[in-house]
């Protein structure tokens, strides 16, 4: 089986980094995880999933 490096974190909209969900290394398969966002303030956040060839970004909109 492959592995590869996966590193999954959420960051403000200014570019620092708020929580890391993953980081380390992962065979590769079906993963899934939760996000506990009761500590964030209201605003707008990015998750970025990154592996050696892979990586892509999701805004989250986060409303109380």
Same mark, same amino acid.
């Given at each position: 089986?492959?592995?590869?490096?996966? #590193?999954? #974190?959420? *960051?403000?909209?200014? @570019? #620092?980094?708020?929580?890391? +969900?993953?980081?380390?290394?992962? %065979? %590769?398969?079906?993963?899934?995880?939760?996000?506990?966002? $009761?500590? *964030?303030? $209201? @605003?707008?956040?990015?998750?970025?999933? #990154?592996?050696?060839? *892979? /990586?892509? /970004?999701?805004? +989250?909109?986060?409303?109380?």
């Amino acid at each position: 089986p492959y592995s590869t490096h996966v #590193r999954i #974190r959420v *960051f403000d909209i200014y @570019g #620092r980094d708020v929580m890391v +969900l993953i980081n380390e290394d992962q %065979e %590769e398969g079906y993963y899934s995880y939760e996000l506990d966002a $009761n500590n *964030f303030t $209201n @605003g707008i956040y990015l998750c970025e999933m #990154r592996t050696a060839g *892979f /990586i892509c /970004i999701k805004k +989250l909109i986060i409303g109380k």
